[in-house]
């Protein structure tokens, strides 16, 4: 299957496909590879879609390791707060429940806010910050799902060219970013800005946030524009993410009569 096929095959791009998108389909595909990487490992097909059971796969077949983070169980709170953070995405959209009730694992880590490795399959760890209050916990709920899906993406076909370089530096001021790297984090704020421009509760802050990721959003684009680098896939996800973005600010441009 080459990449024009695999993504008429699974719709289009999670979190931005929405009325396409097919995650069964993409779900299908990657443990069709993780099979194909360790055809013995297991007997069923859908044994390689469990987290703990793809990591053994990626520890025997992959050619990097993942950085080692340290981590604890969420408490029961904690899960709590998950529990409720998903069931308002999901609320808010609800082609995004299959997106949400992927398997998965959660993971606590003692700083930082949250973090994701495509060589530790679905796995989210969350740090302090994710739970400082609801807002923050929905969206990086959001971020880091977005960065589990598009991982699958790029399991299937890499992202980015064997060439591509790694000093691209995100609309944030973080340096050193792959082509990649700038991809996911299109991907995350173009998620994220539909979430909240699809509440019905909208205030003020949450409308600047949203202009905010809409803007970060183009900013990545931009970046991704000047120096493409991207493979066959990653240049259907980015047509995806810019016609998503034209969608998102096209709102903001007809009320202040500004663009980006």
């Given at each position: 299957m080459?990449p024009?096929?695999?993504?008429a095959e699974?719709?289009g791009?999670p ?8 995650p ?6 990657v443990?069709?590879v ?6 013995k490992?297991y007997?069923g097909?859908?044994?390689?879609l ?7 796969v ?7 390791k ?10 029961a709170d ?5 529990d ?7 609320q ?7 997106l949400?009730?992927?398997p998965?694992?959660y993971?606590r880590?003692?700083s ?6 495509v ?5 989210i ?7 400082r209050?609801?807002?923050?916990l929905?969206?990086?709920l959001?971020h880091?799902h ?5 991982h699958?993406?790029a399991e ?6 064997a060439?591509?370089p790694h ?17 996911l984090a299109?991907?995350f ?21 949203a202009?905010f990721?809409t ?9 991704l ?5 991207g ?6 996800v980015?047509?995806?993410?810019t ?6 600010a096209?709102p903001?441009?007809?009320?202040t009569g500004?663009?980006r």
């Open positions: 080459n024009q096929d695999l993504m699974i719709g791009v979190f931005v496909d929405d009325a396409t998108f097919k069964k389909s993409l779900l299908t595909a443990a069709i993780r099979r194909s990487a360790d055809p490992a007997p097909l859908g044994e390689y469990d987290p703990e059971k793809a990591e053994r990626f520890a025997r077949s992959a050619a990097s993942p950085e080692h983070i340290e981590w604890t169980d969420l408490s904690e899960t709590d707060a998950v409720r953070a998903s069931a308002q995405v999901v808010t959209t609800p082609a995004w429940e299959a949400l009730r992927m998965k694992r993971r880590m003692p930082s806010i949250s973090s994701t490795s060589l530790i399959p679905q796995t760890y969350l740090g302090p910050r994710a739970f209050d609801d807002e923050t929905v969206e990086t959001i880091e977005a960065h589990v899906w598009l699958f993406i299937i076909y890499d992202l980015q060219s060439e591509a000093d691209y530096v995100l609309p944030s001021g973080t340096p050193n970013k792959s082509y990649r790297g700038v991809l299109a991907h704020a173009a998620a994220a800005a539909s979430a909240l421009g699809r509440r019905d509760d909208a205030t003020a802050a949450t409308e600047e946030r202009r990721l803007g970060y959003l183009g900013g990545c684009l931009d970046a524009n000047e120096r493409p680098y493979t066959p896939i990653g240049d259907l980015q047509q995806s993410l016609r998503r973005f034209e969608e998102l096209r903001a441009v007809a009320t500004m663009s």
